[in-house]
């Protein structure tokens, strides 16, 4: 159980384009769901936090009007790199996690390259 | 201000040695703690967490950690180690607020 997808798990796209991600919980509903950002060979970092049906809440340093990011429903959430750069190429993780547990489950993660 | 540091960047032991690995922690109240394994092409797999009771917690794949609130670690040891446990490694403590602190992550290199 507790079973987190991302889609796609990889993307190449053109500099200026926008890109979408998808994360879904596959057979839990998650009221919160997380975005995390990691570099090669560096930690996760906390991008922005999501409940359903709610504004994201963003970290210091991470522009909301260019990672935007949905949370239609309990099992979904999307986040869409605007305008694409080559410094936003990165690797995108998504977690969820049910009300009530403090517990993680983490998708398997989007490798994103802007040329 | 809480904090997760572990001191290895990297370790390497050869297949069926034991293996542990260092976590500290910074944190004002009871803390609970999380280790992570991050294998290529897969998600972060939880391996175990800490959250109160027995400080000796068992998980998945053989692993388990002791929580010690007097060295403020909670290290993670397998007696006896596989090459599919290669893997970069995350102890992870929950801040409240629902947001997790990450450790900076140890690689496990499995010798044959």
């Known amino acids: 159980g507790a079973v987190v997808s991302q889609h796609p798990s990889w993307v190449i796209c053109k500099s200026g384009t926008s890109v979408k991600i998808e994360c879904r919980s596959l057979?839990?509903?998650?009221?919160?769901m997380f975005w995390y950002r990691q570099f090669p060979k560096q930690s996760l970092m906390l991008m922005a936090t999501?409940?359903?049906?709610?504004?994201?809440?963003?970290e210091q340093g991470v522009e909301k009007d260019k990672f935007l990011i949905n949370h239609a429903s309990l099992t979904l959430s999307t986040l869409t790199v605007t305008s694409a750069h080559p410094e936003d190429s990165s690797f995108y993780i998504c977690?969820?996690?049910?009300?009530?547990?403090?517990?993680?489950?983490f998708g398997p993660g989007t490798r994103l390259l802007v040329l | 201000a809480q904090s997760v540091t572990q001191p290895d960047i990297h370790i390497t032991v050869s297949e069926g040695a034991s293996l542990e690995l260092r976590c500290n922690y910074s944190?004002?109240?009871?803390?609970?703690l999380f280790w992570y394994v991050q294998s290529p092409g897969q998600g972060l797999q939880l391996l175990l967490k800490?959250?109160?009771?027995?400080?000796l917690v068992q998980g998945i794949k053989g692993f388990e950690a002791e929580f010690k609130r007097s060295q403020s670690s909670f290290n993670l040891r397998k007696p006896s180690v596989h090459w599919s446990d290669a893997a970069e490694y995350f102890c992870?403590?929950?801040?409240?607020?629902?947001?997790?602190?990450f450790g900076q992550g140890t690689r496990l290199t499995i010798n044959p």
């Open positions: 977690s969820a996690r049910t009300s009530g547990f403090e517990t993680q489950y």
């Open positions: 057979d839990f509903q998650a009221t919160t």
């Open positions: 999501s409940n359903e049906g709610s504004k994201a809440t963003y």
């Open positions: 944190y004002g109240a009871t803390p609970y």
């Open positions: 800490y959250f109160s009771g027995d400080t």
């Open positions: 992870v403590l929950y801040q409240g607020a629902q947001k997790l602190v």
